[in-house]
């Protein structure tokens, strides 16, 4: 009668017909009823089970849950069912074990952590990687924290048992609070006492920004905030860094700056027909230029255009100038108000020299001699002043007369005919060629006392 193979758990294998024996069911020779010379097969088959199929070929025909000690490798390992899978090995004592393979487990009875070994050949106590947990409360742990009404899944990284970050898949607020962390947002929260140090490849915000907001030093950039650098060393531009915008640091004066040997500063505007240059700091004489003639009221004269206006006689309107001081002889400019006002000296209404002149007003003319007027003409005739003379005239009394005005001394004189008489004036009797003598009838002759 035949044997029938069967699992533990029920399943049936196969069958084993008396007086034979199967070796392709299992990893084992199954021995039939009434098979001869069964017994060394049965020792082979137990000293297989005893090692473990040591070997550095797997078992043929294996079964889920059967071990395999894999000596190439020094492994023990179970069969899944589809696959020989590792057993690791976990010593527990106090010192790192030396016989050892990758993927050994240790426990560190002292420190109470969890090693496993990398496999570095030959031995060495340096393969043996910690796996956790940290000392003295340090390392990465999973923990909940509350929000006053829910619980949130966190990792907190802890040294020494306080917290330098927390990692969060969610925004919250502590509830009771946490030092350090007043808002736990998603993503890695580090303790506001602590800082980030190194150099890290990308980032996605700076100063509550996102990085497309900031300014690169190889691109174009556009901001749409202002730009305040608190600094007077300015802005340096252009390729040989020759241009600079600046402040004095003495007197605070804004300043422009090309650095490049004769070269110029332009100002430039666009204008509703292009772009134009307005103005110009040369670099060859340091002088300033502008483009053109001014055409509108506050547009800047040039020395050029202020020469040719007085050259070419084609100023426009009426010149306005600040006066001279009175007395003031120099090249500048006189204004018909300085003239006749008097600061000149000058009046349109006198003739002068110093302080003898002849002036006008609307009825008379007057003559003044050293600053005394010794004569007036009017309407009413010509009269003297202040003891001024006439000059005796030269006719005689044999003249034939003229329209010229006689002194006071011409008529004591007698030296004018009235009428073919002449008087004479004398302290003596008219005598001819002293005192002349009268030679016609109607002569007078006054007798002065001597």
Not at 62 to 73: E, F, T, V
Not at 110 to 133: A, D, E, F, K, R
């Amino acid at each position: 009668m035949s044997y029938t193979i069967t699992l533990p758990n029920g399943t049936t294998l196969g069958t084993i017909a008396d007086g034979t024996v199967d070796t392709t069911t299992t990893s084992l020779t199954l021995i039939g009823r009434n098979y001869s010379n069964y017994g060394q097969i049965m020792v082979t088959d137990l000293l297989a089970l005893l090692v473990n199929f040591s070997y550095n070929v797997s078992p043929a025909n294996p079964q889920a849950g059967q071990l395999w000690w894999d000596s190439g490798n020094s492994l023990m390992k179970a069969y899944t069912g589809t696959t020989w899978k590792n057993i690791g090995s976990c010593t527990s004592q106090s010192t790192a074990p030396t016989t050892t393979i990758a993927g050994d487990l240790w426990w560190d009875s002292t420190n109470q952590q969890l090693y496993v070994y990398n496999g570095t050949s030959p031995y060495n106590v340096t393969g043996w990687i910690l796996v956790g947990p940290q000392r003295n409360g340090s390392g990465a742990v999973w923990e909940q924290i509350s929000d006053g009404t829910n619980l949130h899944d966190v990792l907190s990284i802890k040294l020494d048992g306080t917290r330098t970050a927390i990692v969060s898949a969610d925004t919250f607020v502590p509830s009771p609070s946490i030092t350090g962390f007043s808002t736990i947002t998603a993503g890695w929260n580090m303790n506001s006492a602590d800082a980030i140090w190194g150099t890290a490849n990308n980032a996605s915000y700076l100063g509550n920004q996102p990085a497309a907001n900031y300014f690169t030093n190889y691109l174009n950039n556009v901001g749409t905030g202002s730009l305040t650098l608190l600094s007077n060393v300015g802005i340096t531009l252009g390729t040989q860094s020759n241009f600079i915008a600046n402040v004095h640091s003495m007197t605070g004066s804004g300043q422009l700056w090309n650095l490049n040997v004769g070269g110029n500063i332009s100002l430039h505007v666009t204008t509703p027909t292009g772009s134009t240059k307005v103005l110009a700091a040369n670099g060859q004489d340091g002088l300033l230029y502008v483009i053109a003639d001014p055409t509108q009221p506050l547009g800047v004269a040039t020395k050029q255009y202020v020469d040719n206006k007085f050259t070419n006689t084609v100023l426009s309107g009426v010149p306005t100038a600040p006066n001279p001081g009175a007395g003031d002889n120099s090249q500048q400019l006189a204004t018909t108000h300085f003239v006749t006002s008097g600061l000149s000296g000058l009046y349109s209404y006198k003739i002068y020299t110093n302080s003898t002149w002849v002036w006008t007003d609307t009825a008379s003319i007057n003559v003044a001699v050293a600053g005394t007027t010794v004569a007036t003409a009017s309407a009413g005739g010509f009269n003297l002043y202040s003891g001024a003379t006439a000059v005796t005239q030269s006719d005689t009394y044999n003249g034939s007369g003229n329209a010229a005005v006689a002194t006071t001394q011409f008529v004591k004189n007698a030296t004018q005919w009235w009428g073919g008489s002449a008087k004479f004036v004398s302290n003596a009797v008219p005598n001819a060629g002293v005192n002349d003598i009268g030679s016609n009838d109607g002569d007078f002759w006054f007798q002065i006392s001597s």
